[in-house]
C-alpha cells in the first residue's frame, strides 16, 4: 500500500513538468474545427425560364475551404452528384424529355408545360452542408400552343 502511495505522489511531482515543457520552442496549436457550411446557388436556369431537351444546369458553390460535391435534385429527388470543381462551377446535364417505365407503361419523367423545381446541395470536405434555393423552371418539349395574331392598324 505504501509504495503504491509513493508512486502516486512520484507521478504528481512529474506531471507538471512533462506538461510545461517540450522538445520545440513553438506552443502546440490545435485548429479550429471547420463549422462554416458552403454557399451554392443555381446559376442556370434561371428562375422561371422555359427549358427544352438537354439542358445544362449550372451551379455555384462555394466555401472558406474547399466544396467536396454538389447533389443536384430535381422535384426534391436527388438526381446527381458532381465532385468535379471548374472555378467553383458544379454542372448537370438535365434531359427534359426522359421516360420511365412503370407497370409496363412508358410516361414522361418530367410532364410537359409544368414547372418543375431544382435545386443543389453542396457539401465541403468535413460534412458541412447548404441548400440552394429552389428556382423553377417550365418544361416545354413541345410547341402545343397556338400563335396568337392581332392588327396593328
Known amino acids: 500500500m505504501r509504495s503504491s502511495l509513493n508512486i502516486l ?77 471548374n472555378d467553383n462551377i458544379f454542372t448537370f446535364k438535365w434531359n427534359t424529355n426522359e421516360n420511365v417505365t412503370a407497370d409496363g407503361i412508358t410516361s414522361k419523367l418530367y410532364s410537359e408545360d409544368d414547372y418543375h423545381y431544382i435545386s443543389a446541395i453542396a457539401y465541403d470536405p468535413v460534412g458541412n452542408s447548404y441548400a440552394s434555393v429552389p428556382i423553377r423552371s417550365l418544361v416545354d418539349n413541345i410547341d402545343n400552343e397556338a400563335p396568337v395574331a392581332f392588327f396593328l392598324a
Open 9 to 85: 505522489r512520484f507521478t504528481a511531482l512529474l506531471f507538471p513538468i512533462f506538461m510545461s515543457t517540450s522538445c520545440t520552442d513553438d506552443p502546440i496549436e490545435i485548429p479550429e474545427p471547420d463549422t462554416t457550411a458552403p454557399q451554392s446557388m443555381v446559376l442556370f436556369p434561371v428562375d422561371g425560364e422555359s427549358v427544352s431537351g438537354e439542358v445544362i444546369i449550372q451551379v455555384r458553390a462555394v466555401d472558406n475551404d474547399r466544396v467536396d460535391s454538389v447533389q443536384f435534385l430535381i422535384n426534391q429527388v436527388l438526381v446527381f452528384t458532381d465532385s468535379t470543381d
